[in-house]
C-alpha cells in the first residue's frame, strides 16, 4: 500500500532516526539543543521548522542557521524558515549556506551532473560528499581529501564522506586537514576565534 512519505517519517522514519531530507541531519539536531529545550527524538524535525531556527539551531553540518540570516536579512525579513526559504529561492540567488557550502561553487563543479528534482546543497549531501566533490572554495583550497584519508584509512569514514566525518570527528581529535597546516598553531593564532571551526577560523584569515 503506498504511504505518503511525510506520515511514514512521523509514524516510523523519525523513530528510527532516519532524516527526513538530506538537508537534516536528527542527531546533529539533537546535539546542538539546548538544556532547555526538551524534545522528543520523532519532534526533531517539527522543533526546527517551528522553533529551532528561530534559535539558532543548524538543521545539518552545512548549513549554519544564523549566519545564513545574518547574510541575507531578506530571509527575516519574509518570516520564513532559512531552510524553506534556500530550498525555494536557490534558482534565484546562490547562497553561501556556511564555509563548506557556496552553491556557486558547487554548480560550477557539477552543475551538469546535479538532478534537476533537488537543490544543489541536497546533492551535495546525497552524492557530491560520499563522492569527494568539494562544496566550497574554502574547502578545495585547504581540505587535502588523499592526504586525510591516507592517516585515516576507513572505507567506513570515506563511505560517510571524508569532510563530513573531519567535521563531526576530526577536528575534536586534532587531525591534519593537508600535510602543511599545523591544527595547534592555527588554534595559537586565532585564540579569540575559539568558538569558531577550523575552516572559520580559516576564513577568517583570509
Not at 517519517?9 to 538537508?23: D, E, H, R, S
Not at 547562497?95 to 534537476?116: A, N, Q, R
Request: aromatic share 16%; net charge negative; proline share 6%.
Amino acid at each position: 500500500t503506498d504511504i505518503n512519505p511525510l506520515t511514514h517519517y512521523v509514524c516510523f522514519g523519525a523513530q528510527k532516526k532516519y532524516k527526513p531530507t538530506p538537508l537534516f541531519d536528527p542527531k546533529y539536531y539533537l546535539e546542538q539543543l539546548p538544556d532547555t529545550e526538551t524534545v522528543e527524538d520523532d519532534d526533531l524535525f517539527y522543533h526546527f521548522i517551528t522553533r529551532g531556527w528561530k534559535i539558532g539551531i543548524n538543521p545539518n553540518l552545512f548549513f549554519h542557521t544564523r549566519s545564513f540570516l545574518g547574510n541575507y536579512p531578506e530571509v527575516t525579513q519574509s518570516k520564513s524558515n532559512p531552510l524553506t526559504y534556500f530550498k525555494k529561492n536557490w534558482k534565484n540567488k546562490q547562497f553561501i549556506t556556511s564555509p563548506y557550502f557556496d552553491t556557486k561553487y558547487y554548480l560550477g563543479v557539477c552543475g551538469k551532473s546535479m538532478s534537476l528534482k533537488e537543490d544543489p546543497l541536497s546533492d551535495y549531501l546525497s552524492r557530491g560528499l560520499k563522492d569527494g566533490l568539494s562544496g566550497s572554495e574554502l574547502i578545495n583550497t585547504y581540505f587535502d581529501q588523499q592526504f586525510y584519508y591516507d592517516k585515516t584509512p576507513d572505507k567506513i569514514i570515506k563511505s560517510m564522506g571524508l569532510l563530513f566525518h573531519y567535521l563531526r570527528y576530526g577536528e575534536k581529535e586534532g587531525k591534519w586537514v593537508n600535510p602543511v597546516l599545523d591544527p595547534e598553531v592555527v588554534n595559537a593564532q586565532s585564540i579569540d576565534l575559539k568558538e569558531q571551526s577550523f575552516f572559520e577560523r580559516l576564513e577568517s584569515f583570509e
